[in-house]
DNA sequence: CGCCAATGTTACCGATCTGTAACATCTCGG
DNA sequence: CCGAGATGTTACAGATCGGTAACATTGGCG
């Protein structure tokens, strides 16, 4: 346990396997770098066992990495949470023109088609919502991802009224606001009380939400 | 170091002073029992800081008691955090009793009163969600407070789902769900977003969601 | 007073954490 | 092929964590 069951110590924990990873020769011609492994396996790991709970050891580990590439690549393991935080954010950025591509124009099927997304991927084992969880466990004001939170959660926000504003519902920051909490609530509920819990019945009740408001817009035209 | 101001979450300890607690000779006639303000100092770190976020070191120094009298009354502190889960949730139960003494038999001015209490609370600087908060910091799933958490959850899902129903709304449980989504979000909002964000709106969005529900039932009457 | 239980004080252990140094190895362009 | 830079390996430093042992002190009660 002193010097030589280094190796040995090291496998009880969380351990990605690929086949032989070391052997780079032959193994994978297009084999990502290091600094994109190490992110997907932090941003992995934080999502199932939050930042707090997850060490660089372990990370480094599930990269199939090791520590000092982790600290030539970010300065400290806030400097890669604020990495995965904003990679997050890029793919939330993505994700809304992939909306805007399958309904050029019509807020109102966005924001449905984008409820819809949710809940199914509500069910996945790991929860999506990184930058909510991040932001409950890293409570210092000072914390550099506090910022970039923030940010993203402006930008969604933003994002989210112009889709109503563009369903024309009758209020649109109101039903931007009630999605948005409806939303977290769930992905809350669903990490605490599983699947079975209130969570289950987002898709219906945040449909419902938005027809609500559509409906009673309509009268007006 | 070249870092920016931000310090590393490792120096910053917390301190708590009182005048000269140590001195107990004169200092207050009924001191509470080292007990109870463990378990206090304890739930007042856990809602600022979060479950992983504090030491037992800085809950026996908040507590002004030492770490031997914690690990007298608690075998660990996992423990001591299931003991505060605990007493958060026969606090909600004290929490129902009284709203049913202010609105007796008024399932509606019951749910109604909730929220803008819930909405009132919210502005307060520890937000209130210690059993969520805890959740979503424990994410084991054999730590012995998941099984806290999810019982408290349940009964407060029974409870809520028994106030719509007295209040004879359109579909008692969507409305129940409806308002856990909602007041789950807004607290989560509350704590990444702060006061500007979505759940500045929670007491207008919760209680709109109760009167539709309230009023789409009151045509069958 | 004198006893006794509860509480406080000090020091420590082992594990784990972030982060670093020194050195070995690999990849890849010239 | 060769050399430079990126990456991997080993070992360690310094700090913090949860938890414990031995001992000192306090407060209440006969």
Redesign the interface.
């Known amino acids: 346990m002193l010097q030589n069951g280094y190796k040995a110590s090291r496998g009880n924990r969380l351990r990605y396997e690929f086949g032989r990873p070391n052997l780079m020769t032959t193994d994978s011609p297009s084999r990502r770098s290091p600094r994109d492994r190490i992110v997907d396996a932090a941003r992995g790991l934080f999502r ?3 930042v ?2 997850v060490g660089v050891d372990a990370i480094v580990d599930a990269a199939d990495s090791n520590k000092m590439t982790l600290y030539r690549h970010f ?2 393991k ?2 890669l949470i604020v990495e995965c935080l904003r990679r997050a954010g890029m793919e939330m950025d993505a994700y809304w023109r992939e909306l805007e591509e399958a309904h050029p124009g019509d807020g109102l099927a966005q924001l449905r088609d984008w409820v819809r997304r949710i809940a199914d991927h509500l069910g996945a084992n790991d929860c999506n919502c990184e ?3 991040a ?3 890293l ?2 004001e ?3 991802a506090r910022s970039v ?2 940010k993203f ?2 930008a969604q ?1 933003d994002h989210v009224l112009e889709l109503c504003r563009k369903a024309r519902v009758a209020n649109a ?2 039903l ?3 999605l ?7 992905r ?2 669903q ?4 699947h079975e ?6 898709a ?2 945040a449909d ?1 939400a938005i027809l ?1 408001f559509a409906e009673s817009s309509a009268v007006a035209e």
Not at 180 to 186: C, N
């Open positions: 199932k066992h939050g707090r709970g300065s400290s806030d400097d930058l909510m969880s932001a409950v466990q409570t210092d000072d914390h550099p939170i923030k959660k402006d926000r920051e109101l931007c606001d009630t948005l909490l409806l939303i977290e609530g769930a809350l509920h990490q605490s009380s599983g819990g209130p969570s289950a019945r987002f219906e009740i419902a609500s």
